[in-house]
């Protein structure tokens, strides 16, 4: 089977590093991205420069409309998708709670969990259509906030995580006697971008100490888990949790 996989927020951080990884195992990669093009092309040169197949697809994963135009040109471009990583994520400014308005704790809500439900519907729709269904699987992009809770910093994005480990969850079991596993990954203080979205671009150099590890994590370290839960390899487990946060 030819496998299409879709990484949401394919051309940076943890998605970049996906799909280099992801393409190295054979899989067609459609690299999403928000507005980064040039990010985006070169996560897609690298996977060429390697003999791999990517293209990369522009799309706000926030507007349903453009999810569903995002999807079908895939298909076109790639052929249908088979797998998917809903990865594409985003932070806040730091804050604590008696300082969040309501327009913020939406945005947060917004951004973080209803594309992770339109992008598996639409993908849902093309591995029933097109594909051998107990070949196909997601993998959902969490946080060790959602159990940490990321009091001080930006409690709304951990409780937006911790509505992705429920949607993992409820996923899995609503798609379990298909054989289509759902699983997800929970990674800590990662070298990545979006801490400059929350302010503090030196973040996990702050919390680096205070790790049971002691140490930032990398990318490629969760992207490590992201492939292996994807894979076949995986393919007793549905429902679970890869937590990799350095031992918190
Ligand atoms: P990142 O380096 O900031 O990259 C974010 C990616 O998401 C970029 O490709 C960006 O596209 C894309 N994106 C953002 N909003 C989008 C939208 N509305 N539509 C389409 N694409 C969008 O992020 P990261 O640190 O790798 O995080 C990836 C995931 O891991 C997120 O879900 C995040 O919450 C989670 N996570 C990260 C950490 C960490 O320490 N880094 C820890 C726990 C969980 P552009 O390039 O076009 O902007």
Redesign the pocket.
């Known amino acids: 089977m030819k496998k299409v996989v879709l990484i ?9 590093a996906s799909a280099i990884q992801l393409a190295r195992q054979g899989y067609q990669v459609a690299v ?5 093009h040039a ?2 092309a070169q996560v897609v040169a690298q996977i060429r420069a390697q003999g791999g197949i990517a293209d990369s697809f522009a ?4 507007d349903e409309a453009q999810v569903i135009q995002l999807c079908e040109d895939i298909k076109s471009q790639l052929g249908p998708i088979s797998h998917l990583v809903n ?5 806040a400014t730091q804050m604590r709670v008696e300082d969040m308005t309501a327009e913020r704790i939406n945005q947060m809500l917004c ?2 969990v209803t ?1 992770y439900f339109i992008c598996a519907r639409e993908v849902l729709k093309q591995i029933r259509a097109y594909h051998q269904v107990d070949k196909c699987a997601i993998v959902n ?5 959602s159990y940490l809770g990321s009091a001080n910093e930006y409690v709304d994005y951990a409780a937006a ?1 911790g509505a992705i480990d429920s949607f993992t969850r409820g996923l899995s079991l609503e798609l379990a006697s298909d054989g289509i596993r759902v699983n997800c990954v929970r ?4 070298y ?4 400059a ?1 929350g302010g503090e671009p030196d973040r ?1 150099d702050r919390l680096a100490s205070y790790l049971p590890l002691q140490r930032g994590g990398k ?1 490629e370290e969760v992207a490590n888990a992201i492939t292996w839960l994807l894979s076949e390899q995986a393919s007793y487990a549905t429902g679970t949790f890869i937590d990799l946060a350095g031992g918190k």
């Open positions: 949401t927020g394919g051309s940076r951080g943890i998605g970049a999403n991205y928000k507005s980064n990010a985006a799309a706000d994963i926030c990865n594409a994520g985003v932070l951004a973080n594309p992009v969490s946080s060790a906030a995580k990674p800590g203080c990662i990545t971008d979006i801490h979205d996990v990318p």
